[in-house]
């Protein structure tokens, strides 16, 4: 299990946890290390609240007519719900948090080309979560997380605080997107060619790029939403001569690409994880590399798939349904590419390999659902019913999820230096992919029946499904609850794990777990290709729980 | 074969000629999407066993992916999801194209209620009356927010806008009642903004047209006006009935049970009513009087502030008629129209 790297004394005090002390030193730092770990806690906290909130939707939906909450209780509930989910967790989840530790020590840089800026970038994030949170102690907003107007400009709820946080966060992810950027472009080690990169440096730069060109645009339209609550300027209203369309173009040309920015970077942690635990260079480097560079791009292209029932024009809608196949091609190519690159491998199945697999079956069908409803025809029976709902689950949150836990339990050890016991990752594993399918599945199915989403109250027709969703929400819940309780147990008290303890050739791995301060205690040299294994002897330190 | 699977899908009866062509879309999808899971499932399981690892040291070949592999595997997937597309797209514009000599309806959205208008001037608040095999196209609009009317058994679906009209079309295949749904987020009541199709046989509805178009045109509460004239026992209740008609009450309540723009005036008096601010209130002549002097007061849940105040315009006589016609308005005698197959009988009778 232990081994000579740990033996050695790679001047083992002053990792990046311990370079310096207090609390004053941590919201201070410039260092990328300690700005993603506490990014990851902030996203841990929100994802808490945001889970909470799921849970109370689930146990009001249990029934027909009122059980726990009001109407209007409920629609400020799913509203912060998917407020709190989309723009306070999965969009800056894997990006912000892995992102931020793991570029500069994949590309051999000491830090990220803009420390102060990403240090900024964390107190917009977390200025912006203080405003919408203080929005939910004003009441809340029952807007839906999308604001659609004219209802998000007529409304008698305060939107005012929550589109100032989203658009606070806005800001947050494009200062994250820049300073990626710059990093991959300027700060990359000597010798590293750009078809050298590791595949998450490539998913995380594709997913900044989609950061930089779109979220200015949410900006822009969030400006305007207040612009016409506050002043009533006619942007949206039809009595004022505007358009109730305009908005949904608007916005979904950000947030149909923000379901890349949620997804790419998982894409990444899934292509690094694949040929770590095969033991197997990647069966196409390039396909993994230009699928991502084609997602990021035909992704901004796509948004009027959402519009199919809104009165847009019949030829826009099969433009849109056409351009929508080609991003899901890129995506069934890169889950070919992940198969293929087992063959013949040496696969370990351990947690963060339970993740890949759940990643890729929620991955398959939240993709094909996704292709579906961009079917021109079928989407209009399943457009806003829980076939949606069930199919944005599967992909952004399951997908993301999946990657983020994997990711998670993938670099624990390099983060904090520790171990957490195997058999409990994989059985928690199971229990919440299990869990996630149990209340999702049936979702698709009241989607194909026609119930509605963002329903306080349904037909009794609905129920059961409903009663199954919920049951399959808690076995969910259960399932986190145990990978809090051991991840917190094996920050004290897990195994030390050593350099490398998965004997991966990441190059992140090269560096102490956890690093240190600058990341390398000498300039850091490549000489191979990423994710390279073919007929190499293992590194010695791995140890397997086979 | 059609049958079975729309159970094992869980959708509803195909209640229109553009279910069965979704439906047919869908179940291609979904077997496809099935059949190609089914083998990816399995070569990973395959992989799994096989290529286990099966100690510390296992050294792995180095195989990288040929052209033609990379070509196939982009050329599969593609063709059959522009196919999906295509085929899709088709029936999609089928279904935006309303054939020749459809029966026109005007569908008006508004928070919480669907409105239906013929051209002729008749028409009604949360039934739409339509005759089986003959193409219905409906022209939808909104008063305030968007709204999406949604007819699950006839896998139809189209967003009400407000400023603007959109264009659906349906042709039901049998006579039933299918429930409208509303699948567009618009506020508080959102979840029971419900109606109900009622498709006849296409006699039933030449005769309930006729029917319609005898009586004296509707709208909201002043057909309900005329039906009424048996409950005008008194000197002072027939005043109130005036005095409404004056001051443009029925525009808002309506006097046989339908609630409208305000809470119907059928069998308010000595209610007990839930309010928008929780609690209930007993609308006893103190609360009625109140309501027509500060409407916002104590809203009514479900319904919006928008009642102008009458403080000012109504002297107590007239309050007092007003309150004496509401309460000759007994719940007992109509029949509300809840969804119960009679109704239409007694509809018709009237």
């Known amino acids: 299990m232990s081994s000579a790297a740990d033996a050695e004394p790679a001047v083992p005090a002053e990792d990046y946890l311990h370079a310096e002390r207090g609390p004053w030193s941590w919201l201070t730092t410039h260092d990328h290390k300690r700005i993603g770990v506490m990014f990851l806690a902030s996203l841990l906290l929100m994802f808490l609240l945001g889970g909470g909130y799921a849970l109370a939707l689930r146990m009001e939906l249990l029934t027909p007519g009122e059980t726990v909450m009001g109407r209007l209780a409920y629609n400020r509930a799913f509203t912060l719900h998917g407020v709190i989910m989309v723009w306070l967790f999965l969009i800056p989840s894997i990006p912000s948090s892995f992102g931020n530790f793991l570029l500069p020590l994949m590309v051999g840089a000491r830090d990220v080309a803009f420390p102060r800026l990403n240090l900024a970038s964390f107190y917009l994030y977390v200025l912006g979560a203080v405003m919408t949170l203080w929005a939910i102690l004003q009441g809340g907003v029952d807007t839906g997380w999308t604001f659609y107007t004219p209802f998000s400009t007529a409304t008698g709820t305060d939107v005012l605080p929550v589109l100032l946080g989203v658009f606070v966060v806005g800001f947050s992810t494009i200062f994250t997107g820049l300073n990626f950027i710059a990093t991959v472009h300027t700060m990359r080690a000597p010798g590293m060619g750009w078809m050298r990169l590791p595949l998450f440096v490539w998913a995380i730069y594709g997913t900044a790029i989609i950061q930089v060109l779109a979220t200015p645009v949410l900006g822009m339209v969030l400006v305007l939403v207040a612009l016409e609550r506050v002043a009533g300027v006619g942007f949206f209203d039809p009595a004022r001569g505007g358009d109730p369309l305009l908005y949904q173009h608007l916005f979904w040309f950000y947030s149909h690409p923000a379901v890349y920015i949620m997804i790419l970077p998982g894409m990444g942690v899934i292509s690094e994880m694949v040929p770590a635990f095969s033991r197997k260079n990647p069966f196409s480097y390039r396909v993994l590399v230009w699928s991502t560079a084609g997602i990021a791009f035909v992704g901004f292209l796509t948004w009027g798939h959402h519009m199919f029932v809104s009165g847009q024009s019949t030829f826009g809608s099969g433009a849109f349904s056409i351009l929508s196949m080609l991003v899901a091609i890129f995506t069934a190519l890169k889950i070919f590419t992940w198969l293929s690159t087992m063959y013949r491998g040496s696969i370990w199945v351990n947690a963060p390999f339970t993740y890949v697999l759940g990643f890729i079956f929620l991955l398959f069908f939240g993709g094909m659902s996704g292709v579906a409803v961009a079917v021109t025809s079928t989407d209009i029976h399943w457009h806003d019913t829980y076939f949606v709902v069930a199919h944005f689950h599967f992909i952004m949150v399951g997908a993301s999820l999946m990657a983020f836990l994997g990711a998670l339990h993938y670099w624990f050890p390099k983060m904090f230096g520790r171990r957490y016991p195997e058999s409990l990752g994989v059985g928690a594993a199971v229990l919440i992919i299990f869990g996630f399918i149990a209340t999702f599945l049936p979702q698709f199915l009241l989607g194909n029946m026609g119930m509605p989403r963002r329903y306080a109250d349904y037909p009794e027709h609905f129920q059961p499904l409903h009663v199954a969703s919920t049951a399959g929400a808690s076995l969910l819940g259960f399932g986190f609850v145990i990978v809090a309780v051991y991840l917190g147990w094996s920050l004290r008290h897990g195994a030390v794990a050593g350099r490398d303890p998965w004997g991966s050739r990441g190059y992140e791995w090269l560096s102490d777990s956890p690093p240190p301060e600058f990341n390398f205690h000498e300039p850091p040299t490549f000489p191979d290709r990423p994710h390279d294994y073919a007929e190499r002897e293992d590194r010695p330190e791995v140890g397997h729980a086979l | ?350």
Not at chain 2, 127 to 153: E, K, M, N, Q, W
Not at chain 2, 195 to 215: I, K, T
Not at chain 2, 221 to 248: F, I, K, W
Not at chain 2, 303 to 309: A, E, I, L, N, T
Request: neutral net charge.
């Open chain 2, 1 to 350: 074969m059609n049958e079975l699977l729309r159970r094992m899908l869980f959708l509803p009866e195909q209640g229109s000629t553009l279910a069965s062509r979704v439906d047919h879309m869908h179940y291609f999808i979904v077997l496809t999407t099935l059949l190609v899971g089914t083998g990816i499932g399995l070569t990973g399981l395959v992989f799994l066993v096989r290529y286990r690892r099966r100690g510390d040291h296992t050294v792995t070949p180095r195989i990288e992916a040929p052209n033609w592999l990379e070509a196939l595997y982009i050329s599969i997937p593609l063709s059959l999801f522009l196919l999906w597309g295509a085929l899709g797209y088709r029936d999609y514009v089928w279904a935006r194209t309303p054939p020749e000599g459809a029966l026109d309806v005007y569908v008006s959205a508004k928070q919480w209620m669907w409105k239906f208008s013929y051209p002729e001037g008749i028409g009604g608040v949360g039934v739409l009356y339509v005759p089986a095999g003959r193409p219905v196209r409906l022209l939808i609009t909104s008063r305030d927010v968007i709204h999406s009317f949604f007819v699950p058994a006839f896998r139809l679906k189209m967003d009400a806008l407000p400023g603007r009209y959109t264009e659906a079309w349906f042709e039901a295949v049998r006579p039933g009642r299918y429930q409208v749904l509303c699948a567009e987020l618009c506020g508080l009541d959102h979840s029971l903004m419900r109606a109900e199709v009622v498709v006849l046989a296409p006699g039933e509805f030449e005769e309930w047209r006729a029917r319609q178009q005898a009586l004296p045109p509707v709208a909201a509460g002043e057909s309900s006006e005329v039906l009424l004239r048996e409950d005008l026992a008194t000197p002072l209740v027939e005043q109130g009935r005036a005095v409404a008609v004056r001051e443009g009450c029925f525009k808002c309540h309506t006097v046989d049970g339908t609630p409208h723009i305000g809470p119907t005036w059928r069998g308010l008096y000595l209610r007990e009513e839930p309010l928008t601010g929780g609690g209930h209130i007993r609308a006893d002549v103190a609360y009625l009087t109140e309501s027509m002097m500060d409407p916002e007061a104590k809203v009514v849940a479900g319904f919006q502030p928008v009642m102008p105040s009458f403080q000012g315009r109504l002297n107590a006589a007239e309050v007092a008629s007003l309150v004496e016609f509401i309460q000759s308005l007994r719940p007992e005698r109509p029949v509300p129209p809840a969804a119960k197959e009679p109704l239409y009988e007694q509809r018709r009778g009237r």
